[in-house]
């Protein structure tokens, strides 16, 4: 039984350019595989809701691709079960080019990237847009606390795929957050030079 990913992503044309390129044959085992992973586990669960942001990729009926980057603070895209996830829609430039895209055709792919500790996961599903005025109290569980953002509807997205995706060519980057908390000793023992240097004293320091 194969990967649902494989499934879903080798089609002919996947399959003649993996022949024509020499990794037919390594990309068997995905078509072999036992494991489907369609259900998200610990780890998958862990990674998503740390996430400050992602990638979205939808098609419109004309058959082009949309990719939007949607973020927020870590935990605004939550797990709600093994194979659901979701989050909050917040207002933005009012084009709603996802959503009509979604309203046309469900399916879309993600892709999350941890650029701190490199990692990428990619997901593939099927997307419901539900409005705040017909589900309020979904609106409200996927609404982060304390966000400013307005909330006008939730996306709600089946999974049925999902993919670890090689992460050696991912640029390490660091949010303001992360570099705090890797300088943080750094900040303290500076801090503590400079009183000393001022003629204070510090008990911290020898």
Not at 43 to 59: L, W
Not at 63 to 87: C, E, H, M, N, S
Not at 101 to 124: E, F, T
Request: aromatic residues 10%; contains cysteine; proline residues 6%.
């Amino acid at each position: 039984m194969p990967r649902a990913f494989a499934e879903i992503t080798f089609t002919p044309s996947v399959k003649a350019a993996q022949q024509r390129y020499g990794s037919r044959q390594a990309n068997r085992s995905f078509e072999t595989a036992t494991a489907r992973q369609q259900e998200l586990t610990q780890a998958e669960t862990e990674f998503i809701e740390g996430m400050d942001g992602f990638f979205q990729a939808s098609v419109g009926e004309t058959g082009w691709p949309y990719v939007q980057f949607r973020g927020g603070p870590p935990g605004f895209l939550k797990v709600l079960d093994a194979r659901t996830i979701g989050f909050a829609d917040f207002r933005g430039n009012l084009q709603y080019v996802s959503v009509g895209n979604l309203d046309a055709d469900g399916r879309v792919a993600l892709i999350l990237v941890n650029h701190a500790d490199p990692g990428r996961l990619k997901i593939w599903g099927r997307a419901r847009v539900i409005d705040r005025a017909v589900d309020p109290d979904l609106v409200r569980s996927l609404q982060v606390p304390g966000y400013a953002g307005r909330a006008e509807r939730a996306i709600v997205i089946g999974v049925e795929a999902f993919d670890w995706n090689c992460p050696q060519h991912i640029t390490p980057r660091f949010t303001e957050a992360e570099i705090r908390e890797m300088t943080a000793s750094m900040v303290a023992e500076l801090a503590a030079l400079r009183k000393r240097a001022a003629g204070g004293t510090d008990p911290g320091m020898p």
